[in-house]
T-cell receptor, first 113, second 109 residues
Framework: KAGVTQTPRYLIKTRGQQVTLSCSPI?????VSWYQQTPGQGLQFLFE???????NKGNFPGRFSGRQFSNSRSEMNVSTLELGDSALYLC????????????FGPGTRLTVT | GIQVEQSPPDLILQEGANSTLRCNFS?????LQWFHQNPWGQLINLFY???GTKQNGRLSATTVATERYSLLYISSSQTTDSGVYFC???????????FGTGTRLQVTL
């Protein structure tokens, strides 16, 4: 079974621009969660989508948004990029959220200049 | 929210040595996962262990949920074990994993 895939793997953007990251979960998984990893803050939860609905949201500004499609693929968007948004963005999928095991993709490394 | 503490923060071992990594958490959990983050940033699943003991080759893990800690044992370490190890417990019905700050392991020849 194919794992979680994320595109693009690397991205360089300029302050003020916006960016869209994509995540395809493991086949049959319906829950997708997003995490941000920075050297200063570590790994932090952004949000979770299940059946095309945002089910949980972490403590991030409204510039961070996401959505999930009917095939469970998910995208996250960051608008008006700031230097501090430079990070590794990781996506995880699980069967149905809740206590189920989560599997992570390889991540998208975003650099904001 | 739940607080997660991992120790030690850094560990240097010679190849062949054994080690124990600890994860303390502040609340009841219904899921706990251990991950190994490789140099390229990917989180590799090691164990899904909300309670009890599991073994996978040279690695084993124990979670004592009633005492709010989990241990990861690495035996006969190899250079490929180098990287950062995270524990991530979860509470409630949400999918949110709360990560510790990790243990950075370096295995030398």
């Amino acid at each position: 079974k194919a794992g979680v895939t994320q595109t693009p793997r690397y991205l360089i953007k300029t302050r003020g621009q916006q960016v869209t990251l994509s995540c395809s979960p493991i086949s049959g998984h319906r829950s997708v969660s997003w995490y941000q990893q920075t050297p200063g803050q570590g790994l932090q939860f952004l949000f979770e989508y299940f059946s095309e609905t945002q089910r949980n949201k972490g403590n991030f500004p409204g510039r961070f948004s996401g959505r999930q499609f009917s095939n469970s693929r998910s995208e996250m968007n960051v608008s008006t990029l700031e230097l501090g948004d430079s990070a590794l963005y990781l996506c995880a999928s699980s069967l149905a959220g809740g206590p189920y095991e989560q599997y992570f993709g390889p991540g998208t490394r975003l650099t904001v200049t | 929210g739940i607080q997660v503490e991992q120790s030690p923060p850094d560990l240097i071992l010679q190849e062949g040595a054994n080690s124990t990594l600890r994860c303390n958490f502040s609340d009841s959990v219904n899921n706990l996962q251990w991950f190994h983050q490789n140099p390229w940033g990917q989180l590799i699943n090691l164990f899904y262990i909300p309670s009890g003991t599991k073994q996978n080759g040279r690695l084993s893990a124990t979670t004592v949920a009633t005492e709010r800690y989990s241990l990861l044992y690495i035996s006969s370490s190899q250079t490929t074990d180098s990287g950062v190890y995270f524990c991530a417990p979860k509470t409630g019905t949400a999918s949110k994993l709360t990560f510790g700050t990790g243990t950075r392991l370096q295995v030398t020849l």
